[in-house]
């Protein structure tokens, strides 16, 4: 080989090498940069301030549809796979799920496997390409669902089985989810049991499959709901079907052995539906019923079409009838306030518990003599007192961290209802009257936000009700009580109890 041909090539192979040096250079500083751009996983959530972390932004839910399988057991974890259809609000690199007391086996997004990890309670997915804003999206997450928890809400474990209490921020304890009530979507359930146990859910059953010794039941929604009003039930109990208003389908879910023991109040339900009809039109859903629960939770709660009871409000004798009725209307209102139309955020939680009561205690005085006035001059009375440890009705303070069901005090409940009647004394009968059947059916199936409420009530009445609002839902101190001037509150002595 000529010596002018071996020095070219010995020029060349420097050459290459310094190319390939700076090559491996300028992809490791690409890599490094890349690396400091893409920030470490995080919990997100969509600005509430009583709840910084829950929900998550990016992406609009449309459907859901979770699998559980319970293998008899109330104290192991449930086999599930939850499958999220939704639609990407923006260009989304990373997804965050809330989903907390659960072992996440496998992510698929689109159709193919995805990266995940955890921070804090959220579940945070790295899909293999971005997803472009407007696109469809599709969430598979293979998990399992465990009872066990030391913090309440989500599963409750009762005598025979399994129910759901989600209410505030517990959805996402049981299933990966957008866990906030701004985001609502349809859902459909399928619970595969042991064939002598019952499974029920949200909506209308759609199939039922037997398979050896398991039966697979699937439930569906026709209207889309909130992920704190989700409810799956499994035990050993007995579904009892009636009719409501307009051939409205009521089934009832009861322990089995209380089956005879609880009709005196099942068979009020048709008659309730009834009465809240007259009171701010048709009912909203596809269904309604009542699901009665062997356990101890506190409270009693609006589960979307199935509201869940704890079986000693009917059972013991110390609670009077017309007690029970009343709890009863409360959750049934919910389907119309708080479920129907459900609150943009959680400082509109006024909203939903102040019409409960409100309605609740209407019924009271329509059908056992319970004055409305009495109810509310007491309530005026210690108004006062419900601010100053909870704050107003619509700038509630947070709750203690793990204890979100302090949320639910005194003056999101009376307090509130307080509030409407002072618009009603404000405004009149015939006006109040409108603006309630408006409001369930301008924001039907959708979200609303205080601010909504007071234009409405502007509206309706003809007059700038901005001052009156902003005085009986942000002071510190109750206003005077329009037509009762005489009432009083008395100066808070000590913090009341949270009610659930």
């Given at each position: 080989m ?5 020095r070219?090539?010995r020029?060349?192979s ?11 250079l300028a992809a490791a ?11 470490a996983?995080v ?9 910084p ?6 992406y609009?839910?449309?459907t859901?549809?979770?699998a559980f ?24 690199e990373?997804?965050n799920?809330?989903?907390?007391h659960?072992s996440?086996r496998?992510?698929e ?8 990890t955890?921070a804090e ?9 971005a997803v ?7 969430i598979t997450?293979s ?16 005598a ?16 990966p ?6 985001d609502?979507?349809?859902?459909t ?10 499974a029920v859910?949200?909506?209308l059953?759609?199939?039922k ?6 039966t ?7 209207h889309?709901m909130?992920t ?9 109990s007995?579904i ?5 208003p307009?051939?409205?389908p009521?089934?009832?879910v009861?322990?089995t052995?209380?089956r005879?023991r609880?009709e ?5 339900t048709?008659?309730?539906?009834e ?9 909203p859903?596809?269904t ?16 979307q079409?199935?509201?869940l009871?704890e079986r ?6 110390e609670?009077?009838q017309w007690?029970?009725d009343?709890?009863?209307v409360?959750?049934?209102a919910h389907?119309?306030?708080g479920?129907s ?12 518990e102040?019409?409960a ?9 329509e059908?056992a ?5 009495t ?14 440890a ?8 947070p709750?203690?961290?793990?204890q979100q069901?302090?949320?639910f005090r005194?003056?999101v409940?009376?307090g ?11 405004i ?5 009257d409108?603006?309630?059947r ?6 039907k199936?959708?979200?609303a936000?205080?601010a909504d409420?007071t234009?409405l ?8 009700l901005s001052g009156?609002?902003q005085?009986?839902l942000?002071?510190e ?13 008395a ?8 009610k659930?």
């Open positions: 000529p010596l002018t041909s071996r070219t090539s020029l060349s420097r050459l290459s090498s310094r190319r390939l040096r700076a090559a491996l500083s690409a890599g490094m940069l890349a690396a400091a751009t893409v920030p996983p919990p997100l959530g969509i600005g509430d301030p009583l709840f972390h829950l929900g998550n932004p990016g609009d839910v449309l859901y549809d979770i399988t319970y293998g008899g057991s109330n104290s192991k974890p449930l086999e599930a796979v939850t499958k999220i259809d939704a639609r990407a609000t923006q260009s989304l990373r997804i799920l809330d989903f907390t659960g996440v496998s992510v997004v689109n159709g193919r496997s995805a990266d995940f955890t309670e959220d579940l945070v997915i790295t899909p293999q390409a472009a804003e407007g696109m469809p999206l599709t997450v998990h399992t669902s465990d009872p066990n928890s030391s913090v309440p809400g989500g599963w409750v474990r009762t025979d089985g399994l129910a759901m209490a989600n209410q505030a921020d517990a959805a996402h304890r049981v299933f989810c957008n866990d906030h009530p701004a609502k979507a349809y859902f359930f399928r619970i595969t049991a042991p064939a002598e146990l019952t859910a949200n909506g059953p759609v199939a499959a037997g398979a050896g010794a398991t697979t039941w699937t439930y569906r929604t026709r889309p909130a704190e009003l989700a409810q799956v039930s499994i035990g050993k007995s009892v079907h009636r009719e409501g307009h051939g409205l009521v089934r009832d009861v322990p052995a209380d005879e609880l005196p109040w099942l068979k009020k048709p008659g309730q539906i009465w809240m009809e007259s009171k701010i039109g048709r009912y859903f596809e309604y019923g009542v699901l009665v629960a062997s356990a101890t939770t506190g409270f009693e709660l609006e589960t079409t199935l509201s009871f000693e409000l009917f059972t013991r004798p609670f009077p007690y029970v009343s709890i009863m409360h959750e049934l389907q119309w306030f479920n139309v459900s609150p943009r955020g959680w400082s509109d939680l006024w909203l939903n102040g019409h009561t409100w309605y609740e205690a209407l019924y009271a005085e059908h003599a319970k004055s409305l006035e109810r509310m001059r007491d309530a005026y009375t210690k108004s006062d007192g419900w601010r100053a909870g704050g107003p009705p619509a700038a509630p303070r709750a203690a961290p793990g069901l302090g949320l005194p003056v409940y009376d509130s209802a307080l509030v409407l009647y002072a618009l009603r004394q404000e009149g009968n015939e006006a109040f409108l603006l309630e408006l409001w369930v059916a301008e924001h199936d959708g979200t936000t205080t409420f234009e009530a502007s509206q309706v009445s003809g007059r700038d009156f609002f005085e009986w942000y002071g101190k109750t206003p005077k009580m329009p037509g009762h001037a005489d009432w009083r509150s100066a808070p002595t000590a913090t009341p109890k949270a659930p």
